[in-house]
């Protein structure tokens, strides 16, 4: 069964300090990926997508993260924080042998900013 | 646009009560999704519909049943709830297929229960 994985529950990063958050996806072939950023008591907004072509992708708000096929992983990262960024980010795999109807989530981690 | 909006925002209920959540779109999207969202659980898909009239099961079935009726709105039932449903609900709607806007899943703001 496909499955993602976030090994960080909580990260602390100070303002202006740089930002990776570590995701790694079980799946037999290239998968859909994504990365979506819940601000607390808010729905989920989509920060960017790899779906094939050039392994690093940006997104909104200045995240960019990496498609690493021989890690089986999909970091994001964000080279300046803001205090805005502090929220909850989501990891997610679609397999492509669900015709992309379905979307796996990682468990999530925590930003937190520190002045 | 409002886009993807969930009906109620908040609702406490007691155990054994039944309750319907109504997500609605306006974004004529075909798939609609259902999530529940628990601490250190991330987003489990509870069911999900392909289309008008289709439903199908995801991860985390039981004890919800869903309809949809119309293309723009996605029903979600507890018929008895138990303190374990006990989470915050998320619907979700996406445009199928390959083209670069779709595959992207819209969320609605969530709606918090609380069984008592």
């Not at chain 2, 609900?89 to 445009?95: E, K, L, V």
Request: proline residues 5%; hydrophobic residues 35%.
């Amino acid at each position: 069964a496909q499955s993602v994985t976030q090994p960080d529950i909580h990260i602390t990063v100070s303002e202006g300090a740089s930002l990776e958050l570590r995701c790694n996806y079980s799946y037999g072939a290239t998968p859909y990926l994504f990365w979506y950023v819940q601000s607390p008591g808010q729905g989920l907004q989509l920060l960017l997508k790899y779906f094939s072509g050039d392994t690093l992708v940006q997104g909104i708000k200045g995240f960019e993260a990496e498609f690493k096929r021989s890690q089986s992983s999909f970091n994001l990262r964000k080279p300046s924080v803001h205090w805005s960024d502090a929220a909850e980010y989501f990891c997610a795999v679609g397999p492509m042998n669900t015709g992309f109807q379905k979307l796996v989530f990682g468990t999530g981690t925590r930003l937190l900013v520190s002045p | 646009n409002a886009g993807v909006t969930q009906t109620p925002k908040f609702r406490v209920l007691k155990t054994g009560q039944s309750m319907t959540l109504l997500c609605a779109q306006d974004m004529n999207h075909e798939y609609m999704y259902w999530y529940r969202q628990d601490p250190g659980m991330g987003l489990r898909l509870i069911h999900y519909s392909v289309g008008e009239g289709t439903t199908a099961k995801g991860e985390v079935p039981d004890g919800y049943n869903v309809s949809r009726l119309k293309k723009q709105n996605f029903l979600l039932g507890l018929e008895s709830a138990a303190p374990s449903q006990t989470s915050v609900y998320f619907c979700a709607t996406m445009i199928p297929g390959l083209a670069d806007i779709k595959n992207e899943q819209f969320f609605g703001p969530g709606t918090r229960l609380t069984v008592l």
